[in-house]
């Protein structure tokens, strides 16, 4: 256990703008909840030598009072192996001051959690140690590939997440390769969604879930499967895999919403060994200036292109 001592903190521009709550969440990690509400309830909290409450949003250069408290001790981060931080280095194709835009690798999933300790945004925050600020601006299914957005700044941060939850401020496509030939052309599809409340962590159909959009356009027609476009109109969790295995046309590959005979079949005659989803453009406009970045597609779903007929 470690025993903290008072602090006075000063809040600088990154952490401008976050309820007093959230910053001491992340501030004093590994403690629960219910002390930070606590410590902040009986003023043992100050901000500029005042009591706040929960719900107080602090300003550039306050002064924060933080309480001891008694944290557990933490095991450092293991040192990322060279071969991720090569293979993330190699995945960043356009970086300015305020963003870094990454073309994802299928597999690695963009938090450290239960799969492994280290995601890749902490491959990056090693990788990139001179910076002072690495959130990401989104997320993408550890076996999903493509474009990931990382914001440099809390400003550009906040900015990206007001844009996000506002349809059609962020346009995002995917390009995915689906079991059978698409009937018709472009469709615009919404169901409800709710993920399912056991340990499955799948996504369901239901009609107490939230609605979900997606615009679904063929771009190619094989013998067994066909090659679409995907934007997304709503951001909800497996949302593109939900909706394509709904209505029978499920992403090749897709070991947990997907056919598993369809899926070995992909795999013997035409070494599909993932699934077969991409993120390949984000597109926007902020502060007047239009952002529009395309992912090429990884190269093991384009020698999937290439097999088919």
Request: charge should be positive; proline fraction near 3%.
């Amino acid at each position: 256990m470690q025993h903290t001592k008072v602090t006075l903190h000063t809040i600088t521009e990154n952490e401008a703008g976050q309820r007093i709550d959230n910053f001491l969440l992340r501030h004093l990690k590994g403690i629960p909840k219910s002390r930070i509400y606590r410590i902040i309830r009986k003023g043992e909290v100050r901000v500029n030598k005042k009591r706040i409450k929960t719900e107080y949003k602090l300003q550039l250069n306050d002064i924060v009072r933080i309480p001891p408290v008694t944290l557990e001790e933490k095991k450092p981060l293991s040192k990322v192996p060279d071969h991720l931080l090569k293979l993330i280095e190699k995945a960043i194709y356009f970086e300015d001051e305020e963003l870094i835009l990454l073309n994802k690798p299928s597999g690695l999933a963009v938090h450290g959690g239960s799969h492994s300790e280290l995601g890749l945004i902490e491959i990056l925050r090693q990788l990139r140690s001179d910076l002072t600020y690495l959130e990401l601006a989104h997320r993408l299914d550890m076996e999903t590939s493509g474009v990931l957005l990382v914001a440099k700044s809390r400003k550009m941060l906040q900015e990206l997440h007001t844009m996000l939850r506002e349809a059609h401020q962020i346009e995002k496509h995917y390009t995915a390769l689906v079991a059978g030939v698409w009937q018709g052309g472009q469709k615009k599809i919404t169901h409800k969604l709710e993920r399912q409340q056991d340990r499955s962590k799948k996504v369901q159909v239901s009609e107490e879930g939230k609605e979900s959009t997606s615009i679904f356009t063929p771009l190619r027609h094989y013998k067994d499967a066909t090659l679409m476009n995907v934007q997304i109109l709503t951001g909800r969790m497996h949302q593109i895999r939900t909706q394509l295995a709904y209505i029978d046309h499920p992403i090749i590959g897709d070991d947990r919403y997907g056919d598993e005979k369809q899926n070995r079949y992909f795999a013997k005659h035409h070494h599909s060994t993932r699934l077969f989803l991409h993120a390949n453009l984000v597109s926007f406009t902020l502060n007047g200036k239009t952002y529009t970045f395309k992912a090429p597609l990884a190269d093991e779903l384009q020698k999937v292109i290439d097999t088919l007929k």
